[in-house]
């Protein structure tokens, strides 16, 4: 696509009065090698000025729609810092939506692969509107399930409690059922709740006890259900049982 045909889609983006219009044009103009290493040059400039218009978009467009739709299209890579003072612009501005939602997402994953998501946990912890935390929560599973591996050395034993504990405080806290769900998924490596190498049998019925004790928060009782069979899993393999956690507590389950 031309440069012009590009700030053709900026025009349809300032000035088209249907939002879905709108966001039709703000997808179309986004360009992700601003953010891709070793793309050519002259294509990241093209890619840098585009995305600077979706900048002032995601700082006053009303419609979540559309700022939603810049924010799917941020969430999965690393915004520069001025793109993330847009993306906050636009948490704060927005009512509760999908939209917003994705912009809590997108601002998590731009803290870094490696914060996954944590640099949130204190906003959470601190937010009274319980829909506000679960964007909170929905952004800090989205980076947290972009990243493998326990998050650190150290005392193992110290730093899987503290995670568990950190997890007890946002699964307890969220109100969405498919935010729980999702945060699950980041029990495993992501927010690392469990040893991630051979257990032995005491360390899988530790595992177990955990996803029990995770389970009697659960309201929901289908979703309980299948933390119970998680827990089994565990019990049964070990850390064998990723794979298992990952199938019973996907999405499309």
């Known amino acids: 696509t031309s440069t012009e045909d590009r700030r053709a889609f900026l025009d349809l983006l300032r000035a088209a009065p249907m939002r879905e219009t709108r966001a039709a044009a703000a997808n179309a103009l986004f360009m992700s090698e601003q953010f891709r290493g070793g793309s050519d040059e002259k294509m990241k400039t093209v890619a840098k000025e585009m995305n600077g218009y979706l900048n ?4 006053t467009d009303a419609s979540p729609e559309v700022v939603g739709q810049i924010a799917r299209n941020l ?5 520069p810092p001025e ?3 847009a993306l906050k612009a636009a948490a704060d501005r927005l009512p509760p939506s999908p939209g917003r ?5 997108a601002i998590a994953r731009g803290a870094g692969v490696m914060d996954r998501g944590m640099s949130l946990f204190p906003q959470f912890q601190a937010a009274t509107d319980q829909d506000l935390k679960n964007d909170l929560a929905a952004g800090i599973a989205h980076a947290a399930n972009s990243v ?4 650190g050395g150290g005392d193992a034993g110290k730093r899987i409690e503290d995670a568990r504990t950190r997890f007890r405080i946002l699964f307890g806290g969220t109100s969405d059922a ?6 699950l ?3 495993l490596f992501g927010l690392g709740c469990f040893e991630v190498r051979v257990m032995d049998e005491e360390q899988k019925e530790d595992a177990a ?6 389970a009697t928060l659960e309201p929901d009782a289908k979703q309980r259900e299948k933390i119970e069979q998680v827990a089994e899993a565990f019990e049964l393999k070990g850390i064998g049982a990723h794979s298992d956690l990952q199938r019973i507590m996907s999405p499309k389950e």
């Open 101 to 105: 939602r994705a912009v809590w997402e």
């Open 75 to 79: 969430s999965a890579w690393s915004p």
């Open 56 to 59: 002032e978009v995601l700082r």
């Open 178 to 183: 498919t935010v729980r769900k999702s945060l």
């Open 209 to 214: 006890r955990f996803l029990r004790e995770i």
């Open 148 to 151: 493998t591996g326990s998050g």
């Open 83 to 85: 793109t993330m003072d």
């Open 185 to 187: 998924r980041t029990a």
